[in-house]
């Protein structure tokens, strides 16, 4: 069945044909979320958020732009809200686990080197370096998080992402630039790059 | 190496040429500089390093995702749908709570009825065509009837008073004989007033006589009128009824109780506090027929003045029970 004729049969009221489009969307929903949020239970319920809310606006769409850049413009918004509000939270959180002197213990990737000379594990070092990856992404703004992702996990060509955000192929270029360059100074200092 | 401001320019063209996005002319454009220079060749690669971690990032959604989600739409529908059985319990709630309201306070004897459904005030007010708004609410079931006039002129209230009279007292004049009729009690408005001496007993707070009311004259004044809008509520039961049934003690007001006689019976007229204490015995003796009224001014039988509050009244003529209340306010 096309995808225009499921529209249509959940459009009339036919729920069921809806587990169509989250069988078919949910990779990348949930991806977006996961690498988005950095939190696999957070992910969850966005991504059940953001299929909610395709279901309760499906009547509002009409057809004018693809089904699939609708979609992924509702997880864009909806995980960069969503964002925010964790980062309010964590705020507020780290404000109150804070300890002085925690600076002094030495840095992740001392620690990593460390491992690596004890138990030379790949695995092991490679997970420490994507935990250092997603932790140095989490530093940068959710704008610049949010063009990373699309681009480099999500794998959204330039033009959509342009159409996403609906900024110009050039303003979407100039903001993953400076994401990446941002990105990319923090990973030399940490000595991955 | 060239210098920063120039490899500047280059970044974002070995940036788009990494991602696939460059024309062939600003692909070219970066190769050619890479070849050139050993530090955007580096940056190049670290860029290429870079993304290739990101995109490695890839997760798998859970299986139970669409479980949920269908699970969570469908619940999402059902609670959208106005729902009859809360909206029915709610309906049925309040009828209850109304009925239930309705009992405590009317404790109304079931025989009762449709005899004062029409009673003959309400008709005399009717026939009276009264220029002037005249509200006449009725209560069916607690069988009291408002009379409250706005402002009629004292001509008004007169042909009010007269025509209500005529109807009220032949029934009060011959207790015996309305009670072989439909009815078994007359209806005895509050709003007419008490032309006849009402016998003191020797108790302060005991008040009986037998109702000997004699029918007014029609030459009633203005002021006596205004005892119709003062006068709240009557509420009648089986054998009797309590009038001005809402005192307040600080102003020396009094409940006036009346019951109604066939026959020569014991005749109780009791009052009771919540807790279904004796606060006052009011009549409690044989008596003649006729009607009989009792007057409780708030205080029990040592004299006190009662709290504040709901009092029931007990009412017995031989063996008929009825009983009402008196709402005492300081």
Known sequence: MDEKEIIEKVKKGETKYFAEIINKYKKVVFGHAYNFLRNKEEAEDASQEIFVSIFNNLKKFRGDAKISTWIYRITVNTCKNRLKQLQRLRGRMTEEIYEPGAEEKPSLVDRIKEKEEKEPDKSFASDEIKNTVYKRIDELTPEQRQVITMRDVDGLSYDDMARVLKISVSAVKSKLFRARENLREKLEKDEIL | ?330
């Open chain 2, 1 to 330: 190496m060239k210098t920063g401001s120039e490899c500047g320019r280059y970044k974002e063209m070995i940036m788009e040429m990494v991602d696939g996005e460059a024309s062939a002319e600003r692909a070219g454009l970066a190769k050619n500089h890479i070849v050139l220079c050993p530090d955007c060749a580096i940056y190049r690669d670290k860029l290429v390093k870079m993304t290739e971690i990101i995109s490695s990032m890839k997760v798998e959604a859970p299986e139970y995702m669409e479980t949920r989600i269908m699970a969570k739409i469908a619940s999402q529908k059902r609670n959208s749908g106005f729902n009859f059985i809360p909206a029915f319990s709610t309906v049925v709630s309040a009828v209850v709570v109304i009925f239930a309201a309705f009992l405590i306070y009317n404790n109304k004897p079931a025989q009762v009825t449709v005899a004062l459904a029409q009673p003959p005030a309400v008709k005399a007010v009717a026939e009276a065509k009264l220029p002037v708004a005249v509200k006449i609410a009725k209560v069916p079931v607690k069988h009291a009837v408002i009379i409250a006039a706005s402002k009629p002129s004292a001509a008004v209230k007169n042909v009010i008073i007269a025509k209500a009279q005529e109807a009220v007292v032949p029934a009060v004049k011959a207790p015996s004989a309305a009670a072989a009729s439909a009815p078994e009690i007359a209806y005895a408005p509050a709003m007419a007033p008490l032309t006849a001496p009402v016998a003191k007993a020797a108790n302060v707070n005991t008040n009986s006589a037998p109702f000997t009311a004699a029918a007014p004259s029609n030459t009633m004044h203005a002021a006596d009128a205004d005892k119709i809008t003062a006068t709240p509520t009557v509420v009648i039961t089986a054998v009797g009824y309590v009038a001005d049934n809402l005192i307040n003690v600080n102003r020396g007001e009094c409940a006036k109780v009346r019951v109604q006689v066939a026959q020569q019976c014991e005749v109780k007229i009791i009052v009771y506090d919540k807790a279904a204490r004796i606060v006052s015995v009011l009549l409690d003796q044989n008596e003649p027929a006729g009607t009989w009224e009792s007057t409780w001014c708030g205080r029990n039988d040592g004299g006190s003045v009662v709290t504040g509050g709901v009092y029931p009244v007990y009412m017995q003529v031989g063996q008929s029970v009825a009983k009402g209340f008196i709402i005492v306010t300081k």
